[in-house]
Structure formats: C-alpha cells, structure tokens
C-alpha cells in the first residue's frame, strides 16, 4: 500500500498519513498540494512532505481526495524551516503551514468565497461548471466552498474554484473585509471593440465632431504604439495637453475604460539610473567590511547613525548579489514603508523587484508566490514584511533585515509567534545565504551577538553628506510648569523653536507616543473614570466624535455628561494624546497646516500613504504622530522634532522599556535635518537626568547598551536568559486562578528555572477574558530542546485535567 505523509493547515502538531494509489504515488512529489478529507464531512488543502509505505498503526488511512498540483509549490528547505520555526517557537507546524501560504492556496470546504464585484466577466470564458458556479453566485452574494460541491454534485472541486479565482472572477471572503488601502493609479485603456484599424476608423469618424476627445484618442495610439505598456490618466492628459474632463466623457461614451493598479504592483516605466551609485567614504569602507565579515561570518550587523545613508550600501550589496543571480530578500518592519523603498530600488534594479506582504490580495499574493517559485527576474528582489519570508526561495543570496530592532518583526497573534529577523538567520543558513542586519538603534541582543563575536559588526557613525547629528535640548517641564511657562502641553522654548522653524518654511514633526496615553474622562467629584465593560482598561476620549473608545475590544458609548458613579457633572479630561495636541496647535499656530498620524487617522481613507505624501509635498507645515513616525521614513525638510512627554515611555512596566525609549527618541529625532543644515530636537520631560534620556541626548548607544546589558544580567533576561511567556484565559475568573497556580507548581516542581508568576499583567481582563501570565526564564548555555519537550509535556497533561481544559493557553517563546 501506498501513503503520503501530509500537514493539515489546523491548529495541530502532527503530520496525518492518507492513501494513495499507486500511480497517485509515483506522480506525487514531496511539496504539492492534496485535497484531502478530515473531520466528519470537511475537506482541506493539505501539504505532502513525504511519501511512504508505512501504514499508521492508529487509524485507518483515508483515501485523499485529489491531487492539487502538477509541480511542486513548496519546497524541500521551505519545509526544513517551517519544522523549524514549528519546533523553535512551540507551535503547531499546521499553524506554519498555513500562516505561511496565500489563503487562496489553502482552499477548505469552510472558505466562504463571493464573486468579484468590481469586474467585467466575459461568460463565453467559462465552462460549464464554471458558467454554473457563476450563475449561483448571481442568486447569492456569497457561498461556502462544500455549498458548490453540492451544486456541482462532485467533491472534486478545489481546481475549479482555484481557476476562477485565478481568472479574476471570484474572491475569498476574507479579503473583502481587509482594511488596507494602498494607493492606486488610474490607467485607462480602449474598449475592446474598438482596438483594431476598423474600430479605430470608426471611432474617429464617430469623434469627427468632438476635437478634444479626437485628440486624446489619437494621442493615446500614439503612447500605445510607441511604449507599449499601460497608460495612465494622468500621464494622457499631461502628453495631450488636455484635461479630466474630456477623459471623463470619453469614458461615459463606452469609448474609453478606466481601471486601477497598485503603486508598488506598476511595473517600473522609468529609466534605471544610469549613473552608478557613489558611495561616500565612510559607506565604502563599510561596505568592504561588511563584504570581508561574510567570508568567514553569516550574520552582519550595519550600525549607522540615523541618515547615515544605509539603504544606499544594501543596493551595493544587492547588485553583488544579482551578478551572481542570487535572490535577495528585503525584510522591512512596516508594510507602510514599502512603497518608499519600492521606489528607491526599481531606480536601480528596475522591475526585478516584487512586494510581498500581507495585506496583498490573495491573486498579487499568489503571483509573487510563483514568480519566486520559479526563480523569475521578475522577483528577484522580494520587498516584504515578515511573511515574505515563508515564500518558495530556493537561491538565496542574502536576506536584508532593515530596522532590526523593531518589535514589529516578532508574530504576536495568531501562532506562529515568530521572529522574523531570528527566522531569517536559520532560513539563512540552509540556504548557505547571508543576513545583514541594519538599524541605527540595535536592539540588544543583536548588538550582543555582535559584541560576542557571533556575529559581525559594522559602524558609521557620520551622516551621509556632512550633515550634523541633530542638536538636542532637554526642557524640564516640572520647572517649566512651576514657572508658568506652559501653553497647554507646549513649553515656551517649544514654541519659540516651532515659531523659528515654520517662519523659514521649514517642517516640524510632534511626537506622542501611545493612544494608551490618551485621555481619560475623570469625576472631579469622585475621581471615577469610565471604563470598558468587557476589558480592565479605562475608556480612551476621543474628541472629533465625542465618544469614549475602548482602544483593546472597540467597545464605544457617547462622552457621559455627568458622572455615572456619583451623577455629578463635574468631568475632566486628564493625560494627552495626539488629538490634544493637533488641538491645542490649532489655537497656538493658526496659521499652519497640521497633520495627525496615528492609528485612527491612518486606517479609512487617510491612509498612512497620503500622509506621507501631503508632508513631503510640504502641504502640511507640522506633523503630529505615535511611534508611527520612527520608522525609517526619510523627510528632507524637517528642522525640528519635538518630543511631547518622554516620561510615559519611560516607566512602562516591562523590561525593556528602557532600550525601547532609547530606540524611539533616536529615531524620531533621526528625522531631523536630514540634508544639509542641522536640526533641532527638543525633548520635553520631568526627568532630564535620567540615564536613558541623557544617553539620548548624547547619542551614546554604547552607553544605554551597557547599562541595560548589566541589567539584564543581573535581573535574568535576554540576551542572558530566554523567555518563554505562557498565557492563560478564561472567562471563569476562579477557574483561571486555580489553573494557572496548578501549572505554575508543576512548572516549579519539575523544570529547575526561574519561574516566574501567575501573574495578573496590567491589563487582565480583556473581551470578559481574564489573564494570568507565567514567565520562564532558561539560561543561554541550558539545553533548550530538553526544556521545551518538558514544558511541552507539561502543558499537555494541564490539558488532560478536565476542569482545565477551557482554559486557553498560548506559548510565546522570546516574546517581544
Ligand atoms: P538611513 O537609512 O541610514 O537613515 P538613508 O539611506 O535614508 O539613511 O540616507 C539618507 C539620505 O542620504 C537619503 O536621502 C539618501 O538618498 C541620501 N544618500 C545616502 N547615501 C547616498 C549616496 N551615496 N549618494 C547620494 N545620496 C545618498
Ligand atoms: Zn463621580
Ligand atoms: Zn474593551
């Protein structure tokens, strides 16, 4: 008998074995897809990594359903890392499975599909069965995936729904909820009918009358013939020398139809620079270090002052990369960042890169999926954020993690909770590939690796062109308060410098880290503060709707006018966040244009995207934001940075804290004068002496490193100890608290580690879930695969004790 081994993409650890005949088995190859049943009735997409003549002595086998593809999707070293990451962060390798592949390649009998909306569809395209799948979609808005199995009277259907998926016409459910709106471009192409020399003759005789649209219609066979490539609206009414309008009446004629495609998805119409990248001096010299360090090291850490012009020496690299017809990688921390650096690489390597990220539609997702597969040029370069790395690489060369330290890069929900920079250096590995590591603020452990010889290190410590390192002054704000010299939230130092810097036309960005700081609405009466039903947070005000947001469950109810508690009137708001800001700037500056970024003004239809561009375009004089704005953008006309409150950063109750406000006022202060003249920062605090602040000031990293490495030490944490956070929740308080101090014992009893809790975290109750934490603490030269196999068994057997078993528990290994 005959049986492949294969992952399910469920929430379960272990592979299942199915039947396969003989021919199925000769044909089928480790890394292609089956459609298998499992379950009562379901039927999933499963991934074959192995083929076999081992019965399973505990069940029957099933019979697979059929055979996805023709051709591998997946292969051998993709495995290897996705057992890896399965192993390394205690997940199950079906979570990998199926955080790691397009959700359009994992169809299930469960996956609700609809048709797409937006489309023309052409129904003589379509087979029968496809025609009739259209056709119910035309009675109903929407169907499960076994819905058209019984409407097709055949289980066999995973390749038919796939090819209508690739043709455009349907759509997974999922993704008509995503909110991510990138920025699109309008082109405009001939309707079909009209596209040959009689349609053309027509259409002209049509136009005789209508001179403008003539024009433009001429002046668009003129583009077609000349570039052969799509044209876009902006760019026909620029070469014609006309106007929306007439483009507009062309389109209402049925003549002209209009569509859109992504920014970062245009292929590159540009020229590629001709001129070859000079590196200054001292990007030279680190670009021969690094190329000296990968002789005999895997893993190189770029340490570049903000500015210092880092990207510039991953294009080198890069180029060296691609004359060796290697793929390269580009790992980014934000997907908002991408577009930026899509531009800045296609002026050097044209279309031969590609963006992967999730916020893709399932097709874009699908297609990069196949471009890397098959090693194209056309995705030689893959720009993404974390799960670019899950894509079909089988010739990588190196992978660039760009702002190493930031936390984005650690999965935090769902599992896997993966580190994509620590996820790369194994991929890496296999692939006998490079990483290089960039940020101007290392977190910790990186620069420890680095310090301790594991890995390389590398230092500029000039900014690219002469230009100073930003200037930074310190206001105290107890003594500022005590004098009176406050506006609001603004010092008169703040003020004055914001006043300097808009009168010479220059741009200022405000900093106000975290809408947890945002305000509360207090009883002066009581002090009672409105809280959130369901979680232990304090309700968030929020002025523009006059509503009180719950910023972890999106709980809201109108701003009470008196107080619930003692129904006095007497409300306050107390702490800031962005929006105060914005307001206050209002009254102090009415004359310049403000900007907000954060999370609220971001989603919707300002997105991040149009920003950005309004304050590079200079429509917006000052920008107020969260720690949206320190990662990595690069604004040449901001003169000053303004640091709202340092303090709240500061005294988070979290190890890091330190480190991370260390990396947040650096890089936010980063975006100071980034071309010639120096810029200003002025950090407001109650704190100046503060160690971290003062390191800040004096752009000491070695110093924060130093003195949080020694406290790391002594408090048993990374890069000294790693972590292991398990949580729990349930709705039964009682039965959480029991369960949590059982396994918190067993822990105790068995492991010989530092463990740490049941603890309540700050916030313990979320969505009516309360939460209690347990922490473990392994020593770096402790063997971690032992360890992890008795946690692992020890979780297990809490599973077994009934009472326990609605207990929720999630594994987070270095937990971010
Ligand atoms: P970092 O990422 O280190 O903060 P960037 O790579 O964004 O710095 O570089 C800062 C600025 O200097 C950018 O505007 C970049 O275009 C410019 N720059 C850096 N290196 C060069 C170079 N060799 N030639 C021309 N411009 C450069
Ligand atoms: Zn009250
Ligand atoms: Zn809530």
Not at 17 to 37: C, D, Q
Not at 404 to 424: C, G, I, N, W
Not at 468 to 474: F, H, K, Q, R
Not at 747 to 761: K, M, R, S, T
């Amino acid at each position: 008998m005959h049986f492949v081994e294969v992952i399910l993409p469920l929430s379960l650890a272990k592979t299942f074995t199915y039947r396969v005949s003989e021919t199925e088995f000769l044909y089928i190859k480790k890394g292609m897809r089956v459609a298998v049943p499992f379950g009562k009735s379901k039927i999933y997409t499963a991934l074959v990594i192995e083929t076999h003549q081992n019965q399973p002595t505990l069940y029957d086998a099933k019979e697979i359903h059929q055979i996805l593809d023709e051709k591998p999707i997946v292969n051998e070293l993709q495995i290897t890392h996705w057992l890896w990451i399965a192993s390394y962060y205690m997940c199950a390798i079906g979570d990998v499975y199926r955080g790691a592949m397009p959700s359009a390649l994992l169809l299930e009998s469960e996956t609700i599909i609809s048709q797409k909306s937006t489309d023309f569809v052409d129904e003589s395209t379509l087979s029968d069965e496809e025609y009739l799948i259209y056709q119910a979609l035309q009675q109903q808005s929407s169907l499960k995936v076994q819905d058209i199995s019984s409407i097709l009277n055949k289980k066999n259907i995973f390749p038919i729904i796939q090819k209508l998926i690739d043709k455009n016409i349907l759509v997974l459910q999922e993704e008509i909820q995503e909110g991510y709106k990138p920025k699109l471009i309008r082109y405009i192409r001939l309707r079909s009918q009209y596209d040959s020399n009689e349609g053309l003759g027509e259409l002209l005789e049509a136009l005789k009358n209508a001179g403008k649209q003539k024009e433009i219609v001429l002046m668009y066979f003129q583009l077609t013939a000349s570039e052969k490539k799509p044209i876009a609206v902006k760019k026909l009414i620029e070469t014609a020398n006309s106007n929306a309008a007439t483009i507009k009446a062309l389109i209402d004629k049925d003549i002209f139809e209009e569509y859109y495609i992504q920014e970062d998805r245009v292929n590159f119409q540009g020229k590629i620079k001709e001129e070859i990248l000079q590196l200054s001096q001292a990007q030279e010299v680190a670009f021969q270090e690094i190329k000296s360090n990968f002789v005999a090291k895997e893993v190189c850490l770029l340490h570049g002052v903000t500015s210092s012009g880092k990207t510039e020496i991953y294009i080198k690299l890069i180029e060296n990369y691609l004359k060796q017809d290697k793929q390269v990688l580009y790992l980014l921390p934000e997907i908002a960042l991408t577009t930026q650096l899509v531009g800045r690489l296609r002026e050097y390597f044209g279309n031969k890169v590609a963006v992967f990220h999730s916020k893709y539609s399932n097709n874009e997702r699908v297609e990069v999926w196949k471009q890397v597969l098959e090693n194209s040029a056309k995705a030689q370069i893959v720009i993404g954020a974390r799960s670019a790395l899950f894509l079909p690489f089988s010739n990588l060369g190196i992978i660039i993690v760009d702002e190493e330290h930031e936390q984005t890069f650690k999965q935090q929900d769902p599992s896997p909770r993966y580190h994509a920079r620590d996820a790369s250096i194994v991929l890496a590995h296999s692939h006998k590939s490079k990483v290089l590591l960039g940020s101007a603020t290392p977190s910790l452990e990186t620069y420890y690796n680095s310090k301790t010889d594991k890995y390389g290190l590398v230092e500029i410590l000039e900014r690219f062109g002469n230009v100073s390192m930003p200037d930074i002054e310190l206001v105290d704000l107890k003594d500022k308060y005590f004098r009176k010299k406050m506006s609001g939230h603004f010092s008169d130092i703040l003020i004055e410098e914001i006043t300097i810097a808009l009168s010479l036309g220059e741009q200022v960005i405000l900093f106000q880290n975290r809408r947890g700081f945002s305000p509360v609405v207090e009883c002066m009466t009581c002090g009672h503060v409105p809280q959130c039903q369901q979680c232990d947070v304090s309700l968030t005000y929020h002025k523009h709707k006059n509503q009180l947001r719950c910023h972890y469950c999106g709980y809201s109810m109108a701003n009470p006018t008196s107080c619930h508690a003692c129904s006095s009137v007497h409300l306050t708001t107390k702490g800031f966040g962005t929006e105060q800001i914005q307001q206050e700037l209002i009254t102090l500056f009415p004359a310049a244009k403000i900007g907000r970024m954060d999370q609220d003004t971001t989603r919707g239809k300002f997105g991040f995207e149009k920003i950005i561009d309004s304050f590079k375009n200079r429509e917006v004089d000052i920008l107020v934001g969260t720690q949206m704005l320190a990662k990595g953008l690069d604004f040449d006309n901001v003169s000053l940075v303004g640091i709202m409150n340092a303090d709240n950063m500061l005294y988070h109750p979290d190890f890091r804290a330190f480190e991370r406000s260390f990396q947040m006022m650096t890089q936010v202060s980063g975006r100071s004068g980034r071309s010639e003249k120096r810029g200003k920062v002025i950090i407001q605090t109650y704190n100046p002496n503060h160690n971290t602040i003062q390191q800040v000031t004096n752009n000491d990293y070695v110093g924060m490193y130093k003195e949080q490495l020694y406290e790391r030490q002594i408090y048993k944490y990374p890069p000294y100890f790693r972590l292991v956070k398990l949580t729990l929740k349930h709705r039964d308080f009682d039965k959480l608290k029991e369960g949590s101090i059982w396994l918190y014992q067993v822990f105790q009893q068995n492991l010989n580690l530092p463990v740490l809790g049941p603890e309540e975290p700050p916030i313990s109750r979320i969505r009516n879930e309360y939460i209690r934490t347990i922490l473990i603490k392994i020593p770096q030269n402790h063997p971690l695969q032992p360890t992890k196999k008795t946690i692992q068994k020890i979780l297990d057997s809490f599973e077994s004790v009934s009472q326990y078993r609605a207990i929720k528990v999630t594994v987070n290994v270095d937990f971010y």
